[in-house]
């Protein structure tokens, strides 16, 4: 069964702190995709990025990074020097087959 | 580019009540989701339109809720009658690839 998990439903950072929101997923398929999407007051989902389960590379964008570790069936997502402008939902998802599989969402608030 | 709009934003009716929820997706986007969550719970996957055909509607409730997409163009989810536990969030996205997905702002319905 394809599966989920964001552990952390909320977390509060200090601006300029560093945070990272976890993602572990479940899947029986030896192709499939990961993504992170934020979700802002506005409501909408905005995509961040995408990955597919032969590219383990870490990447960066900016003050963005993040870490897949199929060892572990994570996709880890770090900001680097966090600024109020982060303060959204994150959501983790897995495409295995036809389907998006979505976490829970991990609030993220920063504090200025 | 116009990216996907959906309305109402917001709507609130009693149990037993009828609500039609409409998307519309972006221009050219031949695939086209529907999504719920829940408060504090994961985004679900509801179905999935190519053009005007149903390519999976594994995740549709029940038949209380009707999805059509009229000449592959905008997109209704129905939903008659309403009840307690339908209340949440709405979301649509809208893509040309099976690899990504744009989405729209939701609709947050509560029955009341």
């Known amino acids: 069964a394809q599966k989920v998990t964001q552990a952390q439903t909320e977390i509060s950072v200090v601006e300029k702190e560093d945070v990272t929101l976890d993602c572990v997923y479940e899947?029986?398929?030896?192709?499939?995709?990961l993504f992170w999407y934020k979700q802002p007051p506005s409501g909408e989902l905005v995509f961040l990025i995408r990955?597919?389960?032969?590219?383990?590379q870490n990447e960066i964008s900016g003050r963005y990074s993040w870490n897949f570790q199929k060892s572990t069936s994570s996709f880890n997502f770090t900001i680097t020097a966090s600024q109020v402008v982060d303060s959204a939902v994150y959501f983790c998802?897995?495409?295995?087959?036809?389907?998006?599989?979505f976490g829970t969402g991990t609030s993220l608030t920063v504090i200025p | 580019e116009a990216g996907v709009t959906q309305f109402p934003s917001h709507s609130v009716i009693e149990k037993g009540q009828t609500v039609t929820l409409r998307c519309d997706p972006i221009s050219g986007h031949d695939n086209l989701y529907w999504y719920r969550r829940v408060m504090g719970k994961e985004i679900k996957f509801l179905l999935h339109?190519?053009?005007?055909?149903?390519?999976?509607e594994s995740g549709m409730p029940n038949n209380r809720f009707l999805a059509e997409r009229t000449g592959g163009t905008y997109s209704t989810l129905k939903v008659q009658p309403a009840e307690l536990e339908d209340s949440g969030v709405y979301f649509c996205?809208?893509?040309?690839?099976?690899?990504?997905?744009?989405f729209g702002p939701g609709t947050r319905l509560t029955v009341t």
């Open positions: 998802a897995l495409r295995s087959g036809n389907q998006f599989y």
């Open positions: 996205a809208s893509s040309l690839s099976i690899y990504e997905q744009y």
């Open positions: 990955r597919n389960s032969f590219d383990e």
């Open positions: 899947t029986r398929d030896t192709t499939y995709y």
């Open positions: 339109f190519v053009k005007e055909s149903k390519q999976d």
